[in-house]
Nanobody, 123 residues
Framework: QVQLVESGGGLVQAGGSLRLSCAAS????MGWFRQAPGKEREFVAA????????YYADSVKGRFTISRDNAKNTVYLQMNSLKPEDTAVYYC????????????????????WGQGTQVTVSS
């Protein structure tokens, strides 16, 4: 059983930055998703378990960076130039895979989810 715990959310002004963290394990590709009130959960970013491959939603490309430190069993989401439309609950997710280079954008691929952390961006 994989338990995921996100941290690092909070309130920030537009243009500011936050870094989210989530416990991760080897052999698990990781993803970040978000869900705003009244909206479906959407893909944000993904990273292969090797860390060599990343993939981003168009809405965050160039502003967000996903990374992982397998020695610390942690995956990060660095969020810069935040906008009010980035306001949401952010979830990390894990998918077991033997392919160290693949990333996954479909939420139904992921077996394990964290409880979420709130990110609020004020205008």
């Amino acid at each position: 059983q994989v338990q995921l715990v996100e941290s690092g959310g909070g309130l920030v002004q537009a243009g500011g930055s936050l870094r989210l963290s989530c416990a991760a394990s080897e052999r698990y590709a990781m993803g970040w998703f978000r869900q705003a009130p009244g909206k479906e959960r959407e893909f944000v970013a993904a990273i292969s378990w090797s860390g060599r491959t990343t993939y981003y939603a168009d809405s965050v490309k160039g502003r967000f960076t996903i990374s992982r430190d397998n020695a610390k069993n942690t995956v990060y989401l660095q969020m810069n130039s935040l906008k009010p439309e980035d306001t949401a609950v952010y979830y990390c997710a894990a998918h077991y895979t033997t392919d160290g280079t693949r990333t996954y954008a479909r939420r139904f691929t992921y077996e394990y989810w964290g409880q979420g952390t709130q990110v609020t961006v004020s205008s």
